[in-house]
């Protein structure tokens, strides 16, 4: 069973990218930082924070992917929306 994620790009001032779908999968995980890569250059950004929620064993294959790219990664705990950890290590 594949566990299909659905994400977006936005910026601190709004601007967004249409909501895109990619699996937990290495191939999906790769759609993923393309796009990452695509909004970076299309809004012109320097930096790339990505926040991502507590799940679990499915979180693994992303948390392993992030750490391997240039981006700062957030955890927010699913339970409580207002809480978000970053364990400090710029992935």
Not at 17 to 22: E, V
Request: proline share 3%.
């Amino acid at each position: 069973m594949q566990n299909i994620n659905f994400e977006s790009c936005t910026t601190a001032d709004g601007r967004s990218t249409k909501t895109f779908s990619f699996d937990n999968t290495r191939e999906g995980l790769d759609i993923l930082w393309n796009m990452v890569l695509a909004s970076k250059t299309g809004f012109q950004c320097n930096e790339v924070i990505i926040g991502y929620e507590s799940i679990g064993p499915y979180g693994e294959p992303l948390i392993h992917c992030l750490k391997q790219k240039p981006v700062t990664a957030i955890c927010f705990d699913s339970k409580d929306s207002l809480y978000a950890k970053s364990d400090g290590v710029q992935y």
